[in-house]
């Protein structure tokens, strides 16, 4: 079995303990080529929609306005997921660092951690390293400054407009868009918002120049990727892994040997069936050879035992739940496809019920006015056309 | 300067400012989007996904409320694409809805129901959610009843209170399926700072909010043989009520609505406009005594700037937000309310009925005047003043229910005794309205002469303006105002909730020195009641304000002091201005109320 083991990596976990010079390396380069460096090392979003991280900066360091901040999204809320708590409580100064090299950049003075609401049992220790990361940015004569916002327990938070409104006072729903966060983010100034994985990231770029970073990975999907691995595993856990691997060779190191699916990428992701593993890659979409899945680094593995459709049922009952029901087609229509699903398990409707729902589904991905409402479409879509005749019978 | 930006919307070519929407774009070349929580008068929300069009090579569809057009941009709004999901959209709302229509109070007047039909949504649709949701239907209000199984969450009601009349009663509440329209801690509307304005019943889509309606009371009323039912019609209804009944926004209307009235077995028919003008006297002279107490007695308990009182949308606001000045409004009741006690005592002993026997309607287009009869202020005639309210719209239905054929109705004239009024009393329907007719009454009351303004005119208090300014400088007073010589008198009109607010934080802020502010709560004045015919835009209060004020030009009597039927009154009745009936039956205090 040791030969199907996939390379396991330590970029984000090493515990590395210079910040300091990092920073005063950083610091002491012109911003263009801080931003250049990201840019080039083709670091994308870490939080699951892949957006360039360095475009993100350059755009919002272009911005005008003499307000803008960096916020770190720690809302970590993908069923899931559970990677950032570990970073966050393993290397925040990684984290903390990169927010600094980005308010420097982008000319922002001040940084917000959104925490969940959840995770507030970090908040003393997050708390006491940001007190010792302040102190060492006054001997740098650098006047950045972070606060943690601590969140409310709302999924929908963790999109970043909803997240700025959360900030705000008000209630947590997504704001149109344009305007988007790099010209109008919280209280309307540009504003970078990065995921925690995100963040810690740029600080290994930054020590270690683009290059090492864009050895790691294939073609659009540079770098490491930290996995929340759960499900019907022997080996649950975090892992740090490479970009670019197949399902197959993932399924065949996590797996129990009797793995009938995958759901990557959460709630919000895809399902794919066991005769896909082989030609899915694990990435973000782009010019690679076969079907190519990105995830926010949750990887929940299905044995034989498991119904799919009580899986599914219970993806809808968290997205009825979750929605903010701002927006008809997310907040009706996620009720509409779980009593759906549950009125054609129990023969109120023919099987042809599901069709109606698929093409609901696809309505709800190009009308929901953010990537939640949009995304229910990718597992429902995803179970139902894999798994179909569990869903009937 | 902005940009011109060039794009195709169903093929035809269109030029637009930068930062037009696609909507408006396609408004340009006569393309209607359909849409639900679109407002012309709110803000944008992109909620109701109703008006997503296609743009051709994009793989998501946009809102067109929301979406700002972008060069060379080809949309699509009709595209298979685009249909589907929008018929989609409908269809979820519906699934959410309790379209009980044939049973609902607005069937055939809901903006949901015409997009059923227009995309034809038939009964093989999603499954019915309402069997499934605990909902509320809050009719404790006087003045408004609250639907939840019919709410679609557009949320334009929210956005109405909170934004155009900075109020909050409604609000957002919970998530996800459980998502609602609510009020603090959930409680009915009537416990809450609502002020019955009915400005979210105008926006509503559908029959979630609604006035309540007491037509079947008053037709009981008419039918009742011993009873004497009176009849009052205030201001604004006359241009608006057309609207209703088939006619064109800005068409003056009084004749018919008066012949209606007859038709439908109102034994008088008098109009409120003869109490504006009673206003204006009582309210004009409490200005004139509270300026003589402040410069001449110098009496510090003197409470200035004065504010009308005659917007009982504005008098709950202000008991709920401004509670510490409420000796800053007028002691002087509404027109509406001076006519209700004046008709169970002065009227009743004219026309030699008793006070028990009459029954006192009055038409409005407010549904705050619903409350307003409620108060237990107003029962000074040691009755009921007003036994029921009726909106434009309710007795615009009423004259449908009795058949009448509107539109070729002659015109006829009001009862006498309290159906007499100046155009001073007419354009108490506008915005600046009250303003205009104190001014040209005080003035001439103070000079001796008219208000220096050409034909009565007084242009600097009329508009759409959110707050308007005005200073009136007193020269060569009569003898006995000689303390008022070169005083400039400051005036303030503000129309729309969200506008009173701005006032009055600079009043409390001290950095206005108002004597005098006029306040309507709701936009464009009484005109843009929230018991006038729906829709309601800036265009539409825009034409019934041009009538408003044509209607003033073509009274004899422009001047409120100059009604006969109103010195008759004090002659006969009250005897002085202020003076002890008046006191009695005219004048009252409100209270401070709680701040959620």
């Not at chain 2, 709920?320 to 000796?327: C, G, T, V």
């Not at chain 2, 020195?513 to 306040?519: L, S």
């Not at chain 2, 009538?547 to 030009?553: K, S, V």
């Amino acid at each position: 079995m040791a030969n199907k083991k996939l390379k396991r990596l330590d970029l984000v976990f090493k515990d590395e303990k210079d910040t300091e010079s990092v920073l005063k390396k950083t610091f002491s380069r012109s911003n263009a080529d801080v931003i250049n460096d990201l840019i080039s090392s083709g670091l994308k979003g870490r939080g699951g929609a892949g957006f360039p991280t360095g475009l993100k900066w350059k755009l919002t360091a272009d911005a005008k306005g003499d307000e803008k901040y960096v916020i770190c999204n720690a809302d970590e809320g993908e069923p899931g997921t559970f990677k950032d708590r570990e970073i966050l409580s393993k290397v925040p100064h990684k984290v903390l660092a990169g927010m600094a090299i980005c308010g420097r950049v982008t000319g922002a003075k001040k940084g917000f951690i959104y925490l969940r609401g959840e995770y507030r049992f970090l908040l003393p220790g997050l708390n006491e390293e940001i007190e010792k990361f302040h102190k060492l940015l006054e001997k740098l004569d650098c006047r950045f400054r972070v606060e943690v916002f601590t969140g409310s327990g709302a999924y929908i938070c963790g999109e970043e407009s909803a997240l700025f409104e959360s900030m705000e006072g008000k209630r947590g729903e997504p704001r149109n868009k344009p305007p988007f966060p790099t010209t109008s983010g919280y209280r309307g100034k540009p504003t970078v918002i990065n995921n925690v994985e995100t963040l810690a990231h740029t600080y290994s770029i930054f020590k270690y120049g683009p290059e090492k970073f864009q050895d790691l990975g294939v073609q659009d999907s540079r770098g490491s990727k930290v996995f929340s691995v759960s499900g019907d595993t022997p080996n649950p856990g975090i892992y740090e892994l490479e970009f670019g691997m197949t399902l197959q060779k993932f399924v065949d190191d996590f797996g129990d040997g009797d793995t009938k699916a995958v759901q990557v990428g959460g709630a919000s992701g895809f399902c794919v069936p066991r005769k896909k593993f082989g030609k899915t890659i694990i990435g973000y979409q782009g010019r690679l050879q076969g079907e190519s899945l990105p995830t926010g680094g949750s990887m929940m593995i299905f044995n034989s035992s498991r119904s799919m459709y009580n899986v599914l049922h219970n993806y809808l009952d968290f997205f009825v739940e979750e929605s903010c029901g701002q927006c008809t087609p997310c907040r009706v229509g996620t009720q509409q496809l779980l009593l759906g699903i549950e009125a054609v398990k129990k023969g109120e409707r023919s099987s042809s019920y599901l069709d109606k729902l698929l093409e609901l589904a696809e309505t709800m991905r190009v009308t929901a006015k953010c990537g939640l409402g949009q995304s229910v479409a990718n597992s429902f879509a995803s179970i139902v056309e894999n798994f179909k005749e569990e869903m009937i019978y | 300067m902005s940009e011109i930006i060039n794009l195709t919307i169903d093929n035809v070519p269109v030029s637009v400012k930068e930062g037009t929407t696609i909507l408006e774009a396609a408004k340009k070349i006569n393309v209607r989007i359909p849409t639900l929580c679109y407002h012309q008068d709110l803000c944008v929300a992109g909620n109701c996904r109703v008006c997503v069009v296609e743009q051709k090579g994009a793989d998501r569809l946009l809102p067109s409320c929301a979406m700002p057009v972008s060069e060379g941009m080809e949309i699509l709004t009709n595209s298979l694409k685009a249909r589907n999901a929008r018929k989609h959209m409908i269809e979820l709302l519906v699934s959410e809805h309790r379209a009980d229509c044939t049973r609902c109070y607005k069937n055939g007047n809901c903006e949901l129901q015409e997009l059923s039909s227009e995309y034809i949504i038939g009964e093989d649709g999603f499954i019915d959610l309402i069997p499934y949701k605990e909902y509320t239907i809050d009719h404790y209000s006087p003045s408004i009843i609250k639907d939840d199984s019919k709410c679609i969450r557009c949320q334009r009601c929210v956005r109405t209170c909170n934004e155009l009349q900075k109020i909050g009663a409604l609000a957002v509440a919970y998530k996800g399926k459980d998502m609602k329209i609510s009020t603090f801690f959930e409680k009915p509307m009537f416990e809450v700072v609502c002020t019955n304005c009915g400005q979210c019943i105008n926006r509503c889509p559908t029959g979630a909010l609604t006035e309540k309606t007491y037509i079947d009371r008053v037709w009981a009323e008419i039918n009742h043989e011993d009873k004497h039912v009176v009849v009052q019609t205030a201001p604004a209804v006359r241009v608006a009520l057309g609207e209703a009944l088939g006619m064109e926004p800005g068409e003056i209307v009084t004749g018919k609505l008066v012949a209606a009235l007859r038709r439908l077995g109102f034994d008088s028919v008098l109009d409120t406009d003869f109490t504006a003008d009673l206003t204006i006297i009582e309210e004009g002279n409490e200005l004139l005594q509270r300026l003589k107490k402040a410069l001449v007695d110098k009496d510090p308990d003197v409470r200035l700037p004065l504010t009308t009182s005659c917007s009982p949308g504005w008098v709950k606001f202000i008991e709920h937000a401004f509670p510490e000045y409420l000796d800053n409004v007028s002691t002087a009741k509404s027109p509406q309310q001076m006519f209700g006690a004046l008709a169970k005592t002065f009227y009743a002993k004219k026309i030699k009925v008793a006070p028990e026997n009459i029954v006192s309607i009055s038409i409005m287009p407010c549904t705050a005047k619903k409350y307003e009869a409620d108060r237990p202020e107003m029962r000074s005639s040691g009755y009921k003043d007003v036994d029921y309210v009726l909106t434009t719209r309710e007795l615009a239905l009423m004259i449908r229910q009795a058949g009448i054929d509107f539109a070729s109705l002659p015109d006829d004239d009001y009862d006498s005794i309290m159906g007499e009024s100046s155009g001073a009393g007419v354009i108490f329907g506008a915005t600046g309205g009250v303003m205009e007719a104190a001014l040209r009454t005080a003035y001439e009351i103070v000079t001796g002469r008219e208000v220096p303004f050409k034909n009565l005119n007084i242009t600097p208090v009329r508009g759409m303006e959110g707050v308007r300014e005005a200073t009136i400088k007193i020269e060569d007073p009569l003898p006995e105002w000689k303390f008022l010589d070169g005083v400039e008198l400051k005036c303030c009109v503000a129309h729309g909730l969200a506008n009173a607010k701005k006032v009055m934080d600079a009043v409390k802020a001290g950095t206005v020195g108002y004597h005098f502010i006029e306040i309507m709560a709701c936009p464009g004045g009484c005109l843009g009641g929230g018991g006038q015919p729906i829709p309601t835009n800036e265009e539409i209060r825009e034409k019934r304000t041009a009538a408003i004020y044509r209607e003033d030009e073509n009274k004899p009597i422009r001047k409120s002091h100059e009604n006969p039927e109103v010195i008759r009154l004090y002659k006969e009745f009250l005897k002085e201005p202020l003076g002890e009936i008046s006191h009695k039956l005219l004048h009252t205090h409100y209270r401070a109320r709680n701040r959620y």
